[in-house]
């Protein structure tokens, strides 16, 4: 039997379909990128950051503060409170500019402003070639500190790391021994391995530590568009403990297992970007209020 000519028209568009499917791959590919490994930072000596012991008086008054007043009484009141008003209405870049005052106390790696940390953050992510959910991800990760401008008791309930409460304060946790002024290591439950938790309930089951990761997760979970990982990475990226000590292995379950890699993908360029060279918000406003006008409403309620 001849074999069938194919007409030079019909081939081309068979050939144009193909690109297509193609094309579509690579989005689907890229879609992945975000939790392949960081190469922003291989060359960082990353020995010179976290380095606690070394640190100032102003970090170490932090964490002893912050230490002895995280209770459990604390954090359900907190909470509570949280539900029953909106502080503010405003857009994310709005957000973004206010916070601009505040300096991180809890932070012995960087003194720059805010939206400094937040663009460095961001750009880090996309000079990666990371989706833009994630550079998203990065310019807001911190803007739960405005809790601090909407009437926050301190800056111990708002920045620095997160650890769970309502059991045994791990000893992963960074200067392990502050804890002992508070209340709750002498409580008869909550002193406990496992508190008031079923082992292996699952971090949705957990109270964390308040402050601006699980403030910024409550207010954004039904604010934006951002993907599920998104929302891992904003609110458990100040939880150390966990992704870098692997501490809490009891109380996690397998669905925790993904937002373990959320926050280990996210981590190097919070943590590392605190040394790249300064940005120019200015300059980088029109790209990211572009990104923020596809993820955001226009105003949030704070
Ligand atoms: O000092 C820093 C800072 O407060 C960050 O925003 C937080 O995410 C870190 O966990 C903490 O170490
Ligand atoms: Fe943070
Ligand atoms: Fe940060």
Avoid at 75 to 86: A, S
Avoid at 195 to 211: A, E, I, K, R, T
Wanted: aromatic residues 12%.
């Amino acid at each position: 039997m001849p074999m069938p000519v194919v007409d030079a028209h019909v081939f081309e568009e068979i050939s144009d379909a193909v690109d297509e499917v193609n094309k579509l791959k690579g989005t689907v590919e890229a879609s992945h990128e975000w939790d392949e490994e960081s190469h922003f930072d291989a060359d960082k000596d990353k020995t010179k950051f976290r380095q606690y012991e070394e640190a100032c008086d102003r970090v170490k008054n932090f964490y002893k503060e912050q230490h002895e007043k995280q209770t459990v009484e604390f954090n359900l009141r907190v909470r509570e409170n949280f539900k029953k008003t909106v502080r503010a209405r405003m857009s994310v870049w709005e957000a973004i500019e206010k916070l601009n005052t505040l300096v991180d106390e809890s932070d012995p790696d960087t003194t720059v402003s805010q939206i400094e940390h937040l663009l460095q953050t961001a750009e880090a992510i996309r000079r990666d070639g990371k989706p833009e959910w994630m550079q998203v991800a990065g310019l807001v990760h911190d803007l739960g500190k405005l809790l601090y401008l909407f009437g926050s008791e301190g800056q111990w309930d708002v920045v620095g790391d997160t650890f769970v409460v309502g059991c045994k304060f791990s000893d992963k946790i960074i200067y392990p021994d502050t804890f002992e002024n508070n209340p709750d290591s002498r409580d008869p439950v909550y002193s406990t391995e496992y508190g008031v938790y079923q082992p292996n309930c699952g971090l949705d089951n957990v109270m964390l530590s308040w402050g601006h990761d699980e403030y910024l997760y409550c207010v954004l979970k039904n604010q934006s568009s951002l993907p599920e990982a998104a929302l891992h990475m904003i609110r458990y990226h100040s939880f150390y403990p966990w992704h870098r000590e692997g501490a809490y292995s009891h109380l996690t379950n397998a669905n925790d297992e993904k937002a373990l890699e959320a926050a280990r993908a996210f981590n190097p360029y919070d943590l590392y970007s605190k040394s790249d060279d300064p940005v120019d918000p200015e300059k980088l406003k029109p790209y990211y209020q572009g990104l923020i006008a596809k993820f955001f409403p226009p105003v949030i309620e704070w």
